[in-house]
């Protein structure tokens, strides 16, 4: 019989609704020694928090989170707010003796980033941030082809995330829904949201950045700001587009955009080898792109793989070979993988402090685009 992880969630937007079904999911595919318990979700409004708890099967309901905190009954701290509250929740949850499970990006910045680590470390809690695609199977099989040197030397890597739904001049920044466009709020724009994403796998798959040079774009300069009624200007970006140097030698390009008409989440990376190749894309996540150029020339060509069988990595776990799982699952085997690690006292990655450098390569991205120079990340390579 498995042990109780009882669990405090904090926000209960999009990453609410994905993570309260991983953690309903994860005991019914994976063997654990400890199920997650739904023991409360923390929310401002009560009404619209009972009403959640009611859906997902969350036995209580805090409004201030500090109070959840406080619980002795609470284990776990799910960090699933806008970036702005990340820091001072991680930092009092640490205090309180929590594990914390932390949204992506760990922070505003590094050194709220910096500062984070410390209280978890010092107050030697588990801690892991949801950057959920390592654990989407493609992904996974990925980096398992890469460590295993199929590739070889790796000269390029090459990642995009493009969306389209702030374009309009009408839309408002800041609140519900629209944070995003808040940089008090988010931090940043695209840099922090979906770069983050590209930099956590290129820097797992590919090893550290050491340099970068970049430019951001804020098309639109003014919006309506939805906690102040004012017209106020965009802090920011909208687009952003950057080079770097890994600390193996490869190159690599970076660019993403709420400015592409006609994409929603496209997100795909690319990874040339000296001896084969590799592309995935988010929107049709459950296959992997493979070159070899070892391959008999007569037959040599991109391989379509498709990551369904039991060999392939989470999958002996699903349905049959030939029937594949979504995004969704991607939150289900963090949730496995993050059990699995406090079971066996092994943290699951990424952890605050691994985090920690996406943050420092995103802020050197920033400084960059801001002083039109190649910037050093300070980052481990
Ligand atoms: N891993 C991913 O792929 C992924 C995807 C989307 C968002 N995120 C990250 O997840 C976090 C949340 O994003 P989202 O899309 O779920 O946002 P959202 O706007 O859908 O939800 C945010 C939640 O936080 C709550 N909240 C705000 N202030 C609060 C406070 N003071 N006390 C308690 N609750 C408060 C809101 O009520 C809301 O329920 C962000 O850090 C975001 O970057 C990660």
Redesign the pocket.
């Known amino acids: 019989m498995a042990k109780p992880l009882n669990i405090g969630m904090?926000?209960?937007?999009?990453?609410?609704r994905?993570h309260s079904n991983a953690y309903c999911t994860v005991g019914n595919f994976f063997e654990l020694e400890y199920q997650p318990v739904l023991k409360a979700v923390?929310?401002?409004?009560e009404g619209r928090a009972k009403a959640f708890a009611d859906n997902w099967g969350y036995e209580s309901v805090e409004t201030d989170?500090r109070t959840l905190i406080e619980r002795d009954d609470i284990d776990a701290i799910d960090i699933?707010?806008?970036?702005n509250?990340?820091k001072e929740i991680a930092v009092a949850a640490a205090a309180a003796g929590k594990m914390i499970l932390c949204?992506?990006?760990l922070s505003m910045n590094a050194d709220e980033g910096e500062e984070m680590c410390r209280a978890v470390e010092s107050a030697g809690v588990a801690n892991m941030v949801?950057?959920?695609?390592r654990r989407v199977p493609a992904v996974t099989l990925a980096k398992n082809l890469i460590d295993e040197g199929r590739l070889g030397k790796i000269f390029h890597y090459r990642a995009v995330f493009l969306q389209d739904w702030t374009i309009s001049t009408d839309l408002a920044q800041g609140g519900?829904?629209l944070?995003r466009l808040d940089v008090d709020a988010a931090g940043s724009g695209v840099t922090g949201?979906l770069l983050a994403?590209c930099i956590d796998t290129a820097l797992w798959l590919n090893g550290g950045i050491s340099q970068v040079s970049a430019m951001t774009e804020t098309f639109i300069k003014e919006r309506m700001h939805n906690l102040t009624g004012k017209v106020e200007k965009v802090g920011i970006d909208d687009a952003c587009a950057f080079l770097a140097r890994f600390g193996n030698g490869s190159l690599a390009t970076f660019e993403s955009t709420r400015y592409a008409r006609g994409h929603k989440a496209l997100y795909t990376f690319e990874i040339n080898g000296e001896n084969a190749s590799i592309s995935w894309d988010l929107h049709d996540l459950h296959r992997l792109q493979y070159f070899d150029h070892g391959d008999d020339s007569i037959v040599r060509g991109w391989r379509s793989v498709h990551v369904t069988d039991g060999d392939m990595p989470y999958m002996d776990k699903w349905w049959v070979p030939g029937l594949q799982i979504g995004y969704e699952h991607s939150f289900v085997h963090q949730v496995a993988d993050f059990i699995e690690g406090i079971t066996k006292g092994e943290p699951a990655r990424p952890t605050f402090r691994d985090a920690l450098e996406t943050q420092k390569v995103c802020d050197a991205v920033l400084d960059s685009a801001r002083t039109g120079q190649w910037t050093d990340t300070g980052a481990a390579i």
């Open positions: 904090i926000g209960y937007g999009f990453m609410g994905a923390c929310a401002r409004d989170w699933c707010t806008p970036n509250l990340h949204e992506k990006p949801w950057y959920n695609y519900e829904g944070w949201d994403h």
